[in-house]
């Protein structure tokens, strides 16, 4: 999908449409989510922090992101590709690989099958635009789907993905980061096309592995096989802070906000959570955490932010900290079965029936209707409880 956050918020609010917008907060530490496609060319992008990206770009527009609702149009995006092909391999909310084989005879050519799925994509979300590229392997299909984007379709046959990739740089290989980038190139690895000519052995002699890998990449050799049925495995929230904190006292209201959140989000999907983790990143931006399992499955959020408090006696909490973050992980279908304490039913009865009235509320009234009083301040301060 096309800057998928930034999108949704400018279909949702039309005054936004043709206007650069940043998705994140306003803090100084806050980063970009997402940037709206009106924003790219004064060189602002994803993970930058928002006060440069500001500085780049003083007109642009931040809007707080909305993650269930961009759960609520992932899912109906999902649904599309599931139309299109039996093998769907969700990556993230925004972007899946699709086994579209033998399905020419009823989508017809690869060209006519983006062109198609384009159009239900477009139709199914009200006008969001998604971009599509189509090859013999999952590598060069992704590379292909980012060629031309916003709105691109880039079919690239199995006889011409080596050439198609001999050109583009090393960035462009599934993997290579911002750490493996300066390796490659201080080897004289400057594009595809040379890491693709390079000897093997000397790939391996000098990069391990990782070499061995990029190698067969490069030489679009990717046998990997569309794998349906990957779903997410955890959902997290976090949030870089204003001002550092360090006391348990300070951490908490965060973490109340995170299990609100989370807890939302997971009735939204129909799961239950089985594990509870913290994170905490210090002001030298070392990362901490810890994890443990939860009594009983969840979609609530006391035992969540419950399991999270209790977490924060395992940290050592003598140095800043700069973000706090919570995940829900090990999750399963809301409809398993559910083994329940004897003494425990009643409780979660109510928590059940709160969740329920509060979700209820916010349907009716949109999100951030209803607070707990002791949520975090600053920020990520909202309208008072009401």
Same mark, same amino acid.
């Given at each position: 999908m096309d800057a998928f956050y930034a999108a949704i918020e400018q279909l949702d609010d039309?005054?936004?449409?043709?206007?650069?917008?940043?998705?994140?907060?306003?803090?100084?530490r806050s980063v970009v989510a997402t940037a709206s496609y009106e924003a790219r060319p004064f060189?602002?992008?994803s993970a930058m922090p928002m006060a440069l990206a500001l500085r780049r770009c003083p007109d642009a527009i931040v809007v707080r992101?909305?993650?269930?609702?961009?759960?609520?149009?992932?899912r109906a995006v999902m649904e599309v590709?599931?139309?299109?092909?039996?093998?769907?391999?969700?990556?993230?909310?925004?972007?899946?690989?699709?086994?579209?084989?033998?399905?020419?005879?009823?989508?017809?050519?690869?060209?006519?099958?983006?062109?198609?799925?384009?159009?239900?994509?477009?139709?199914?979300?009200?006008?969001?635009?998604?971009?599509v590229g189509v090859s013999g392997t999952k590598f060069v299909a992704k590379v292909a789907s980012d060629f031309d984007k916003p709105d691109g379709l880039t079919v690239v046959p199995p006889a011409d993905m080596v050439d198609f990739l001999a050109p583009l740089p090393v960035k462009r290989?599934?993997?290579?980061?911002?750490?493996?980038v300066p390796r490659l190139e201080a080897l004289g690895l400057h594009t595809i096309g040379d890491v693709a000519a390079?000897?093997?052995?000397?790939?391996?002699?000098?990069?391990?592995?990782?070499?061995?890998?990029?190698?067969?990449?490069?030489?679009?050799?990717?046998?990997?096989?569309?794998?349906?049925?990957?779903?997410?495995?955890?959902?997290?929230?976090?949030?870089?802070?204003?001002?550092?904190?360090?006391a348990p006292a300070e951490i908490t209201p965060h973490l109340r906000a995170a299990a609100d959140e989370i807890a939302r989000r997971l009735r939204k999907g129909?799961?239950?959570?089985?594990?509870? %983790?913290?994170? $905490?990143?210090? +002001?030298?931006?070392?990362?901490?955490? =810890?994890?443990?399992?939860? !009594?009983?499955?969840?979609? #609530?959020?006391?035992?969540?932010?419950?399991?999270?408090?209790?977490?924060?006696?395992?940290?050592?909490l003598n140095a800043p900290l700069r973000l706090v973050g919570l995940t829900a992980y090990d999750l399963e279908e809301g409809d398993a079965p559910l083994q329940l304490d004897l003494f425990e039913q009643p409780a979660t009865d109510? %928590?059940?029936? $709160?969740?329920? +009235?509060?979700?209820?509320?916010?349907? =009716?009234?949109?999100?951030? !209707?209803?607070?707990?009083? #002791?949520?975090p301040a600053g920020d990520d301060e909202r309208a008072p409880p009401r």
């Open positions: 039309p005054s936004l449409r043709g206007k650069p917008v940043l998705i994140g907060g306003r803090s100084n060189g602002v992008g992101p909305r993650f269930t609702r961009y759960v609520e149009v992932s590709f599931r139309d299109f092909a039996a093998r769907v391999e969700p990556l993230s909310l925004d972007e899946a690989f699709l086994d579209m084989s033998g399905a020419e005879g009823i989508f017809g050519s690869p060209i006519e099958m983006g062109r198609a799925l384009k159009a239900a994509v477009f139709e199914a979300t009200g006008g969001l635009r998604v971009s290989l599934w993997g290579a980061g911002p750490k493996t390079a000897d093997p052995g000397w790939l391996g002699a000098k990069l391990g592995s990782a070499g061995l890998h990029f190698g067969r990449l490069a030489r679009a050799d990717d046998p990997r096989e569309v794998t349906p049925g990957r779903e997410a495995k955890s959902i997290g929230w976090e949030r870089t802070l204003e001002t550092d904190i360090r129909e799961l239950r959570a089985r594990g509870v %983790r913290v994170k $905490l990143k210090t +002001a030298d931006f070392q990362i901490h955490t =810890r994890q443990a399992r939860l !009594a009983t499955p969840t979609a #609530d959020a006391e035992p969540l932010f419950e399991g999270g408090v209790a977490l924060l006696s395992q940290f050592e109510r %928590r059940g029936r $709160l969740s329920a +009235a509060l979700d209820a509320v916010e349907a =009716r009234f949109g999100q951030g !209707a209803v607070r707990r009083s #002791d949520g």
